[in-house]
């Protein structure tokens, strides 16, 4: 799928050979009427309005738009529904599995039967079950949205409802193990193997129980710092589509961490990669053994126009990608290091997602679960659950005297 711009809006035309109002919508030409006519421009407008309604795609009450039509008017309705890239990185996805596979169909002759050979596909990809449930699950939404649009006949979207999602134990595509907690001597091991600023990132998350998107956005003007425990409001975050509040306390510890950072215009982010390179850069010269007066000198070796580089703040990728780089790095040390002893003890891969995790069970663990849902900021305790291991001391206490 494209992220250009849109396409323009089709022009009212004069046929000349006829003298009606025409106007050319999906490579047809529909005629309005007598050009120049107040009932052939209602008509015009009646048609536009319906064209962009429908994705900017005409209704086709017969179902005779292809899935690459219905792909592609979907995709412009979604990049208006979900305003955020990330949230449409799935359904971008899921409109190319199916424009891979059937191009030219008929929507109305998608039926159940192609779903689950999209399905299948998918896990002989080696995808995991959630993984190919969620994309059949979104492929379902985008016939429904075909419905409503009369793009597509209800009875295919009946159709396809009927198809189950892959039941665990009951098919081949894996299961990947929950997100846990990270250890805390995991994450220390880490921190002398990171930029300094995404481990002073990673130091903040550790503390506050942030989601990595919200530390990746912190700005000076979203932190009040009046009182004692600083309170920081995401200028976006993952429920505010459902009008929900999101306020992260940061208290004494995550503020010596954040405090030298705040020091900087407001609307900039606090966390930039462009000094963290710009650090890495002056670490790299100083620890330099090659004398001055050989090879290159400090900023001679770089394009004058590079396509790509450090931005103004990170992505969510980009923190996770320097998490893991410097967890390889520290592997490589510890292999180097025990090549004589022939036995090397190497660090777990982890995400900065799984801190989120870690706080969530520490809270719980000393304030309940309650503590732990008003500090990650769920609506409901159940989501904390997930987030928040249970804690074994009080179970094995009971076994202890119990049992």
């Not at 089709?10 to 919508?25: C, E, F």
């Not at 529909?30 to 309005?49: F, H, M, N, P, Q």
């Not at 590079?306 to 520290?330: I, L």
Request: glycine share 8%.
């Amino acid at each position: 799928m494209s992220s250009s711009s849109p396409r323009r809006v089709p022009r009212y035309r004069r046929h000349k050979p006829s003298g009606q109002a025409v106007v050319t919508i999906d490579g047809r030409d529909v005629y309005l009427g007598k050009w120049g006519t107040v009932a052939s421009r209602t008509e015009y407008d009646r048609l536009i309005g319906e064209w962009l309604a429908g994705g900017r795609c005409l209704p086709q009450p017969d179902g005779g738009v292809t899935v690459a039509e219905l792909a592609r008017a979907y995709w412009e309705f979604a990049k208006g529904y979900y305003p955020k890239p990330g949230s449409r990185f799935r359904v971008k996805r899921a409109l190319r599995v199916l424009r891979e596979r059937y191009v030219h169909t008929l929507a109305r002759d998608f039926g159940p039967l192609a779903l689950q050979t999209v399905q299948q596909q998918l896990v002989d990809a080696g995808n995991c079950r959630r993984y190919v449930n969620y994309l059949a699950d979104a492929l379902k939404r985008v016939f429904k949205w075909g419905v409503a649009q009369e793009l597509v006949p209800e009875t295919t979207y009946r159709a396809l409802a009927c198809v189950s999602g892959l039941r665990r134990g009951r098919t081949s595509a894996p299961d990947h193990a929950p997100v846990g907690p990270v250890a805390d001597e995991v994450v220390d091991a880490t921190l002398p193997r990171l930029p300094e600023v995404v481990a002073d990132m990673v130091r903040v998350q550790r503390l506050t129980g942030a989601r990595p998107g919200e530390v990746c956005i912190i700005r000076p003007a979203d932190v009040d710092t009046s009182g004692k425990v600083w309170l920081y409001r995401p200028e976006s975050h993952k429920t505010e589509y459902a009008g929900r509040r999101r306020v992260i306390p940061i208290g004494p510890r995550a503020q010596d961490v954040l405090r030298r950072y705040l020091l900087r215009p407001a609307e900039t982010y606090c966390f930039v990669p462009m000094e963290s390179e710009r650090k890495r850069l002056t670490l790299r010269h100083a620890a330099r053994k090659t004398p001055i007066g050989y090879g290159n000198r400090p900023g001679t070796n770089r394009r004058r126009r590079p396509k790509r580089g450090p931005g103004q703040r990170y992505k969510t990728r980009e923190y996770c990608n320097a998490v893991r780089r410097a967890v390889e790095k520290e592997n490589k040390l510890r292999e180097k290091e025990a090549a004589d002893r022939g036995e090397v003890e190497l660090l777990p891969k982890w995400t900065p997602n799984r801190l989120r995790h870690s706080t969530a069970t520490m809270i719980r663990k000393h304030y309940g679960l309650e503590g732990a849902q008003v500090a990650l900021g769920h609506a409901h305790a159940n989501v904390t659950e997930v987030y928040a291991e249970r804690d074994l001391d009080l179970a094995v206490k009971i076994a202890r005297e119990v049992g």
